[in-house]
């Protein structure tokens, strides 16, 4: 289940592309507050973000010195450039501050919106109520802003869009409420009612949302009611599953991640394997997506299936992935080699080059591409 994300980011591949063919060239720091945030905008779309930092904290010290002290208000537009960018690059704990600079400048969310409470709430160092008090303000800010388009005169196709996006970013903040409730309040005496009643929120707001059905079917899970937990995740892949690949309907990668491993947990494999193929070829360089495979697979085997070698195939080649990208997961690593330990008894032992990915030997792209030659994938 994952966090909701405020605000959407275009496809990095994307904007690599076009970058590659249209090339901006900057000023040289030159010009008004708003010329600087300018370039910064155009900068940060085209990927450039350590240039469009620099414009943006310059235009953010011209505010400071000559207009702060009067109107603090003109520092939000700097402030929330400056934030967006530095999620970009990393540094969260930097993007935190800035954002709580502007939501105490406007801390009824009037100028900034929602997103900056929002985003407080994912970056909070603390998590549990701290996360829950950000989720909340901006909760707040988004029903205001509903109640507004729902009063506005008119119906509108743009009217309702609008309104529509704001029920799917609330009921995502309601769904990222559970989460916390689900893992650092989980000891709340209250955790289980709470979820409940946000749960039901989301789905008022938006009950045709993949993500939210996911939300529902985790809750499910957790209460042991395994039934409701598969409904759940079945009205969850009839919204999409039937799409044309690129369609915007179509949930982001990491949402069918998890919605993979929820499949998985409610012994539904073969649903989950059919989204991990599809996951795999969108990317074919995701650690995760080729360890889930390999580890559904498996679970497979153990139902009279006769995947025991390509379950062998997927976990080693998630292995020489994690190899090469220096990747980050420990539990994940540990429980791939203890997969494939097992699958080499059951195959009657290891394959010749089983220690590519345990030695120190070089492993390099090429080696990789001739390798997922060699696994099968549907068409």
């Known amino acids: 289940?994952?966090?909701?994300?405020?605000?959407?980011?275009?496809?990095?591949?994307?904007?690599?592309?076009?970058?590659?063919?249209?090339?901006?060239?900057?000023?040289?720091?030159?010009?008004?507050?708003?010329?600087?945030?300018?370039?910064?905008?155009?900068?940060?779309?085209?990927?450039?973000?350590?240039?469009?930092?620099?414009?943006?904290?310059?235009?953010?010290?011209?505010?400071?010195?000559?207009?702060?002290?009067?109107?603090?208000?003109?520092?939000?537009?700097?402030?929330?450039?400056?934030?967006?960018?530095?999620?970009?690059?990393?540094?969260?704990?930097?993007?935190f501050q800035h954002f709580a600079e502007a939501v105490k400048i406007d801390p009824k969310g009037e100028k900034i919106g929602a997103d900056p409470f929002l985003w407080l709430a994912q970056l909070s160092a603390t998590g549990g109520n701290d996360s829950i008090t950000w989720f909340e303000q901006g909760l707040v800010v988004l029903k205001r802003e509903m109640l507004v388009l729902d009063e506005s005169a008119g119906d509108t196709d743009l009217l309702q869009y609008a309104l529509q996006e704001k029920k799917e970013k609330a009921s995502d903040a309601l769904c990222s409420m559970v989460e916390v409730y689900m893992t650092d309040l989980s000891f709340d005496p209250e955790a289980e009612n709470i979820c409940d009643s946000l749960i039901t929120e989301a789905l008022l707001l938006s009950p045709d949302s993949p993500s939210t059905l996911q939300t529902l079917a985790s809750v499910r899970i957790s209460q042991l009611k395994n039934d409701d937990a598969k409904t759940a995740l079945r009205r969850s892949l009839e919204l999409w599953r039937d799409l044309p690949p690129g369609n915007?309907?179509?949930?982001?990668?990491?949402?069918?991640?998890?919605?993979?491993?929820?499949l998985m947990e409610v012994e539904m494999e073969t649903e989950a394997q059919k989204v991990l193929e599809t996951l795999v070829q969108e990317d074919d360089q995701s650690v995760e997506a080729w360890y889930l495979g390999g580890w559904c697979q498996y679970l497979q085997t153990k139902k009279a299936s006769d995947s025991a070698?390509?379950?062998?195939?997927?976990?080693?080649?998630?292995?020489?992935?994690?190899?090469?990208q220096d990747y980050e997961d420990q539990k994940l690593y540990d429980h791939a080699v203890e997969l494939v330990a097992a699958l080499d008894v059951e195959l009657g032992g290891p394959v010749d080059d089983e220690d590519e990915w345990q030695d120190d030997s070089d492993t390099t792209e090429g080696d990789v591409e001739m390798e997922e030659s060699e696994i099968s994938l549907p068409m």
């Open 309 to 324: 070698s390509q379950a062998r195939d997927w976990l080693r080649h998630s292995l020489t992935l994690y190899k090469l």
């Open 1 to 95: 289940m994952g966090k909701t994300r405020p605000a959407d980011r275009s496809d990095k591949k994307s904007r690599q592309r076009y970058r590659k063919k249209h090339v901006h060239k900057p000023h040289h720091g030159k010009g008004t507050p708003d010329d600087l945030l300018r370039e910064a905008a155009v900068l940060f779309e085209e990927s450039q973000y350590d240039r469009a930092l620099g414009f943006a904290q310059r235009a953010l010290s011209r505010l400071r010195k000559f207009q702060a002290s009067d109107a603090p208000q003109t520092l939000l537009p700097a402030l929330l450039q400056i934030a967006q960018t530095l999620l970009e690059i990393g540094d969260t704990d930097a993007a």
């Open 248 to 262: 915007s309907s179509i949930p982001d990668f990491p949402t069918r991640i998890s919605l993979s491993r929820l």
